[in-house]
């Protein structure tokens, strides 16, 4: 593979011949802002956020997401005519956007936020019509505040490349460009899934999961990496934890399955404090069930196994086995029916 050598901010860098120049800066540490970039979906080149200053160039600033690094290319990341155009990038920005950071849910991981501190900007310079949305909260488990949008897009594509779903996308130009549904309907009257990638993926605020609104922010939880227990892939997912409650859950990125989640890993946590939960094995006696020791209640299902299979035969007996166990759990348990039992009688509940 052929490689190009470059300069950044005075460091060398050596990348592949096709690669960007925010890679290259990546490669050596060297942070470059972005809203819309994300390593994992196509380029977007919409917020224009990581512009740099390359020697030579005096015709504009590049974006360096799309920028391809050159052999010999100079650049700069933080000049002060780079730091004012994203500064300016900003108050755009800005002055349609709610200020209500103190009750945003995104407060604390919002990048807009982030980047408004780092730039110091405030307030907007530009003022005019703002544009106005009606909150859409009709899906049980997303809620969109369009006002909020920054159009980064990465929601748009998320749901395209990775989920294939397409459910959201632009509509309109100019002033009146949105993200919205097939129809500009709700979200719940469109094909999506509810699995909550574009609410990890959005920027800032526009994208709320309603589960965890109000129950505490960003840097109030302690994320806790474990393992989904719904099915047997073994996706890892992040516990967001307050007050020993869980209240929410995130992706962990740069995993097997590379942070992605479905609708049950990402938003199905509310019954591990459900008053209905099973805590201990219950056996049914004179009509109502008890509270049993796992030692009587495998003595008794053993016992129940063993005389259908003397008195009826071992295909009298069959067993379904489930995806939300482990591949070394379905297999001792099909070889318990097929050695032990004598039956094939044997299915899986994801087989079909």
Not at 3 to 11: K, P, Q, R, S
Not at 121 to 127: A, C, D, G, I
Not at 216 to 226: A, C, N, Q, Y
Not at 281 to 296: M, N, R
Request: aromatic share 8%.
């Amino acid at each position: 593979m052929k490689m190009v050598n470059l300069t950044i901010d005075g460091c060398q860098v050596e990348v592949p011949q096709g690669a960007t120049v925010l890679e290259a800066a990546q490669q050596v540490g060297i942070e470059i802002p972005t809203l819309c970039y994300e390593k994992d979906l196509s380029l977007g080149t919409a917020c224009r956020m990581c512009v740099v200053e390359v020697e030579g160039n005096k015709k504009n600033l590049p974006a360096a997401c799309a920028q391809p690094a050159m052999e010999g290319m100079i650049v700069h990341t933080n000049t002060p005519k780079v730091r004012e155009a994203r500064k300016m990038i900003l108050e755009l920005m800005v002055a349609n956007h709610p200020l209500d950071c103190l009750t945003c849910e995104a407060n604390g991981r919002c990048k807009l936020q982030q980047y408004c501190y780092e730039y110091g900007v405030k307030e907007s310079t530009f003022t005019g019509e703002r544009r106005r949305f009606t909150v859409d909260d009709g899906n049980p488990f997303i809620e969109r505040d369009l006002e909020k949008c920054i159009l980064c897009g990465l929601c748009v594509r998320v749901c395209d490349e990775v989920q294939g779903v397409a459910a959201i996308d632009y509509t309109d130009r100019g002033f009146d460009t949105k993200v919205t549904t097939f129809m500009d309907r709700g979200l719940d009257d469109s094909p999506c899934v509810s699995c909550g990638q574009c609410v990890y993926y959005c920027p800032v605020g526009a994208l709320t999961a309603k589960p965890s609104k109000g129950k505490g922010r960003d840097f109030e939880v302690e994320k806790i990496p474990t393992t989904c227990g719904y099915c047997g892939v073994g996706c890892q997912l992040a516990l967001n934890v307050k007050n020993d409650k869980i209240v929410g859950i995130t992706n962990i990125p740069d995993n097997h399955n590379q942070g992605y989640l479905c609708v049950k890993g990402r938003f199905g946590y509310d019954f591990v404090d459900s008053p209905e939960r099973l805590t201990t094995p219950l056996i049914k006696k004179e009509g109502e069930f008890v509270e049993a020791s796992w030692d009587e209640v495998l003595n008794l299902v053993a016992q129940k196994l063993s005389k259908t299979r003397d008195e009826y035969g071992p295909d009298a007996i069959a067993g379904l086995s489930s995806a939300r166990t482990t591949n070394e759990e379905n297999y001792l348990f099909q070889k318990f029916f097929r050695a032990v039992i004598g039956t094939n009688n044997i299915d899986h509940c994801a087989r079909l």
